[in-house]
């Protein structure tokens, strides 16, 4: 199984990004996707997540500005960020709870994280 996360770049403050991150592999299903991020010298701290029947739960940071959403058909997870400012640059990392179909017991898997720089 592999996530793989995209979107990341660098914006000015006040600019949007849209992050993806999809899951691939020997899947079966895919539960509860999650986006997390990392600023340097800080722990990773939950940003928003997102089940698959589409209920969404936001962190402080991301509420009235990031939007997730996904693609079930994809297995795939996006996150819209709006109205970004400096505290936001971060490592953003893609998380999923899955089945493969070995296994019916539901793991975590990460992605390999994707950059984030809001700077002027």
């Known amino acids: 199984v592999q996530l793989q996360a995209s979107g990341g770049g660098l914006v000015q403050p006040g600019g949007s990004l849209r992050l993806s991150c999809a899951a691939s592999g020997n899947i079966r299903s895919v539960y509860m996707m999650a986006w997390y991020r990392q600023a340097p010298t800080k722990q990773r701290v939950f940003v928003a997540s997102?089940?698959?029947?589409?209920?969404?739960n936001y962190g402080d940071s991301a509420k009235g500005r990031f939007t997730i959403s996904r693609d079930n058909a994809k297995n795939t997870v996006y996150m819209q960020m709006n109205s970004l400012k400096p505290e936001d640059t971060a490592v953003y990392y893609c998380k999923a709870a899955l089945t493969t179909v070995t296994t019916s017991r539901v793991y975590d898997y990460w992605g390999q994280g994707t950059q984030v720089t809001v700077s002027s």
């Open positions: 997102i089940t698959n029947g589409g209920s969404t």
